[in-house]
């Protein structure tokens, strides 16, 4: 086990295991890869071997996805005058799309080369770059900075987290999407009625957090939750 992380073994799968860390304050897997390794993988690899299909999955569930994000911006509206938008691993780019739409000035930051270029197919301003110190220089600062499905894939969150704030305008909003992991319906098939733990995927993901631990991290980052919403009923 990495010397900089201990805490009780939720599971293990393959060589991980999951940990709830007591230094970190939420479950995450160990060994966890490193930036090098997790740079060249979303840049080169992601959407070519392991999301073969994401961008035509995407497409088709283009209606419940502008749904989605159509109330995401509508939520968005109630806490922030301003409309300026950054959203980090922006993928596809369709939630850019529905922003610029409705009115907003959107900028996406994606690692993969293959998400630039699909995104940027649409029309959208996109950065084809991760979130780190030397693309920090050159951003502009933002009524809102979005995260969908990014910080469980994020080797060090805290850090993460913190670096945010030098694009936020003063009052600005983070808004986070994320999987709400090892949640009652889980741990019910898994613990009670023999099955896997399916949503722990290393490979993919690297964090697994729940309302409670997301919301420690914010705070204890400074920032003040405003509100919550399910995708799905779990």
Known sequence: ???????????????????????CGFKHIDPIPGDDELKKRYRNNFYKKEKVNYFKDAEEDLAWWTLTYREYYK??????????????????????????????SVTGLEPSADAYH???????DVINAPFDTGIIKQLDKYDVVSMNYVLEHISEPIKFIQSIK????KDGLLF??????????????????????????PEHHINYFDLESITSLLKKQGFKPRAYSGTYPM
């Open 176 to 201: 986070l999407v994320f999987p709400n992991d090892f949640n009652p319906l889980q741990n019910i098939l898994w613990q009670k009625m023999g099955f896997k733990p399916w949503w722990v995927v």
């Open 118 to 124: 699909y995104s940027s197919s649409l029309g959208l």
């Open 75 to 104: 939520l968005l509206s109630q806490y922030v005058e301003g409309k300026m938008l950054l959203d980090i691993g922006s993928g596809p780019g369709y939630f850019l799309k529905i922003g610029k739409e409705l009115g907003w």
């Open 1 to 23: 086990m990495n010397k900089q992380h201990k805490g009780k073994i939720v599971c293990k799968v393959g060589e991980f295991s999951v940990i709830d860390c007591d230094v």
């Open 166 to 169: 030098a694009v936020l305008k």
